[in-house]
C-alpha cells in the first residue's frame, strides 16, 4: 500500500488488493480543483466512481468524460493505453478500480456469458460504459472510502468491498435493492440525499434528527435506517467527520483563529473543538497548522 495523501486535504490512498488489482481513494476537501495522474496500459481495465462533487478524466487535448456524483464510468481498450488523467472539483470524493484483465477475466469465469464486453467475440473490443450508481454500490463506496483501520486489516476489509461491489455492479437479474425495501423506492432515496443536503448547508447549526425527518418527509426510524444504507454512518457520524474536514480546510485557507473556526462549524467553546478535531487528525489546530506550513 502506498499512501501520497497530502495534509491540506488533496490526495490518493493506493491500496493494493493483490498483483495487477489496485484500489485509488482520492479526495479533494479544498476549493481548487486538484489533478492526479497514472500510467496504466492496456492490458488493465478501469472504474471509476465519484461520490461527491465533480470530477473529469482527460483523454488527450481535445478530448474528455466528465463523471457526475454518484455515477460511474467503465473503460477498456485492448488496443491502446488509457492513461489516468483527473481532474477532481472541490469538496470531492472519487474511487478508482485498476484490475489487469486476466485477473478481470477470472472473477467471471461461470458468468462471462452473462457480460456482453467478456464474450469471446467481444474480448478484443473495447468497452465503455455509464452509469448511475445504485443505492446499495453507493454503501459500498461509501464503506470503503471512509473506513480507516490497521493497514493489514485495511487491505483485507477493501479486498472484500471491492468483490461486494462488483457483483453489484454486474448483477443484471436481480433486484440491487432486495437486500433493503426501504432502497427500492427512488423516492426514499432522495429525500435522504435531501437530508444530507440540509445538514451540510446548515453544519453550525443543523436541525435535529426528528426536525430533519419532518422536513424530507421520513419517518425517524426511516432516516436513520436510509441514512446509514446510502452513507454508511449515522447522520451524527457524517455531520461530525464533515465539520472538522471542513474546519481543517478553513485552518490553512481562511485568515481566521481557531475560535472563529469553532463557531463556524457549529461548537460552542473552543475547547471542545479542540478536542474533537485531536481525536479525529490526532493533533491540535495549532500543531496541525504548523506541522503543514513548517
Known sequence: MSDVENNNGQGVVEIGIETNFKVLKISNLKNTSFSYKKEITSSFIQFHFCLEGSARLQFGPHYGIDVSPEKSLLLYNPNQHLPMDLTLGAHSKFITLIVGIEIFHSFFTQVSGLLPFLSEENKNNKYYADKALSPNELVVLNQMYNEQMHTSLEVLYTRAKVYELLSLYFNQTDDQGQHCPFL?????????????????????????????????????????????????????????????????????????????????????????FIAAFKKKFGTTPKQYVMSVMS
Do not use: C, M, W
Not at 461530525?240 to 474536514?245: F, G, I, M, S
Not at 474546519?247 to 471542545?272: M, W
Open 184 to 272: 427500492n423506492n427512488e423516492k426514499n432515496v432522495e429525500k435522504i440525499r435531501l437530508a444530507k443536503k440540509i445538514v451540510i448547508e446548515n453544519l453550525a447549526e443543523p436541525p435535529g434528527l426528528q426536525e430533519l425527518a419532518d422536513q424530507v418527509g421520513l419517518s425517524l426510524a426511516k432516516l436513520k435506517e436510509g441514512f446509514k444504507h446510502i452513507y454508511g454512518d449515522s447522520v451524527f457520524n457524517f455531520l461530525l467527520d464533515y465539520k472538522l474536514e471542513y474546519a481543517r480546510k478553513l485552518l490553512l485557507e481562511e485568515n481566521q483563529n481557531v475560535s472563529e473556526i469553532s463557531l463556524q462549524v457549529g461548537y460552542s467553546t473552543a475547547s471542545h
